[in-house]
């Protein structure tokens, strides 16, 4: 992509109504802009990373084992009086009516309506389990909608549910999804912290909250001390093994949020227990016949008996997931993209343009790149070098190439990484074995 054709519209100042860093350079990156309180555009830069993590998630649920679908967005109100929560669930839904005058909502999360599809569809135990989900926009008409995309009220969710037979087959799938959200944000670069969980709304008794530790977040948490020195999970898993003794690993060391830790019962002493703030970038439930029992949702047991299944639900926050990558990779000067995440991989910098010969030498690494698949903005305006460091340095690409007048003449191009070290002078064609390699 040619930087003199990109709609990136970035900003030199600090928006005034940005919080948070992640906000502030998001706004400032021309990744988001806010449409109303809480919901918000994507622009071109920002659209690419919401789809690189969105990809990731999906690659991941695919991994485990489950299937993508994609369930409407309006609902009917119905459903939610079958379940009994259409009066419970207050003023954070968003309420519609048609011009049938039927009521309807915009879902703000999708067991009823999945628990709908299951009952209409599925009749017998020899179909279990089954793993659904959907990547969608939510709407919760959030009383406090802030820090940006961190807490809209429009924002972009993956949410899965799975349905068993038995208690036995549900905690096989509770502990596949807890398994898998420590893959997703491992490879996203975050290690994040499953910690026991209150259940809210969803309901349910056994719920983890997945937690990336930032001091800007919006959960207080508690933990043992000993989770701050931990390392993301190593990436492979065999989803047909059992899964616990993973799963009691990574409950091992006390970890919970405020509303499920107790002082007094706590079982890790003052002086090991750090308490701080994070971001909750997934939730897991376990509920087991909530929805079922409510809406009718029944198998046929190899005994022929008929019995409500066992459901749970799974959700990772994917819009959020970008704000918790900027929290936690940034310096004064901007964003620090992770490779998985980088709207693009490479950001060259033509420093004189308008001269033939770095227009030229420019030109030619731009198009072997990308015909070799790299991702490459590519600055060719007539800019001064100062203003489009910087600019790459805001919006963070993870590879820097620049080429000026004294570097086309030596036949090299300057290479750094934005994560850190000094800029090398490499030969072009060492650049682009380097960027094309990764
Ligand atoms: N039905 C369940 C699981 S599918 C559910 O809705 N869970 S949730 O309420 O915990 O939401 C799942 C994830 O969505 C959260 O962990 C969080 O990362 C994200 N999320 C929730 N509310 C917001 C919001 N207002 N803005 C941005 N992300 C949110």
């Not at 969710?157 to 096989?172: C, E, I, P, Q, T």
């Not at 799938?173 to 975050?190: D, E, I, Q, W």
Request: aromatic share 10%; charged share 25%; glycine share 8%.
């Amino acid at each position: 992509m040619r930087r003199s054709r990109y709609f990136l519209p970035t900003l030199r100042e600090n928006p005034a109504e940005a919080q948070i860093v992640s906000h502030r350079l998001m706004l400032r990156a021309g990744m988001i802009r806010q449409s109303s309180a809480g919901i918000y555009s994507w622009l071109p830069l920002g659209h690419r990373v919401l789809r690189k993590i969105e990809q990731v998630v999906r690659e991941e649920m695919d991994a485990a084992g489950c299937q993508e679908i994609l369930m409407p967005a309006i609902q009917p109100a119905e459903l939610w009086e079958e379940s009994g929560r259409y009066h419970d669930y207050g003023k954070e839904m968003l309420r519609i009516t048609d011009r049938h005058e039927r009521p309807m909502l915009f879902g703000p999360t999708h067991e009823e309506v999945v628990t709908d599809i299951f009952r209409n569809s599925v009749r017998s135990y020899r179909d279990l389990p089954q793993n659904l989900y959907q990547i969608q926009w939510k709407f919760r008409d959030e009383l406090r909608p802030r820090f940006g995309i961190m807490r809209g009220r429009e924002f972009y969710m993956k949410d899965n549910y799975s349905f068993d037979l038995d208690h036995a087959g549900a905690v096989r799938s509770y502990n596949k999804m807890f398994v898998a959200y420590l893959r997703t944000f491992a490879r996203l670069g975050l290690t994040s912290i499953p910690m026991q969980a209150e259940s809210g709304a969803i309901g349910g008794d056994y719920s983890h909250e997945f937690i990336v530790l930032a001091d800007t977040g919006e959960s207080a948490v508690y933990c043992d001390r000993a989770w701050l020195d931990t390392d993301p999970l190593a990436l492979g898993i065999d989803y047909e093994a059992d899964l616990q003794p993973v799963v009691d690993e990574w409950t091992r060391l006390y970890a919970a949020t405020d509303d499920k830790h107790d002082p007094a019962a706590c079982p890790v002493p003052e002086d090991a227990l750090y308490q701080g703030r994070g971001i909750e970038v997934g939730h897991i439930f376990y509920f087991g016949t909530k929805y079922s029992k409510a809406m009718g949702a029944t198998v046929n047991d190899p005994d022929g008996a008929e019995v409500a299944v066992e459901m749970g639900s799974y959700g990772i926050g994917v819009s959020r997931l970008a704000g918790a990558i900027i929290e936690a990779s940034h310096d004064e000067a901007g964003i620090i993209w992770p490779e998985v995440a980088a709207p693009f991989g490479v950001g060259l910098i033509n420093l004189r343009a308008g001269d033939a010969a770095c227009d030229q030498a420019c030109e030619a690494l731009y198009e072997r790149l990308v015909e070799s698949g790299v991702e490459v903005l590519y600055d060719d305006r007539d800019e001064r070098a100062g203003v489009k460091f910087a600019e790459m340095e805001l919006i963070g690409l993870p590879w820097q190439v620049a080429i000026g007048p004294r570097g086309v003449k030596a036949g090299t191009a300057e290479l750094k990484a934005r994560a850190g070290g000094e800029a090398e002078a490499l030969s072009f064609e060492s650049v682009a074995a380097r960027l094309i390699e990764g």
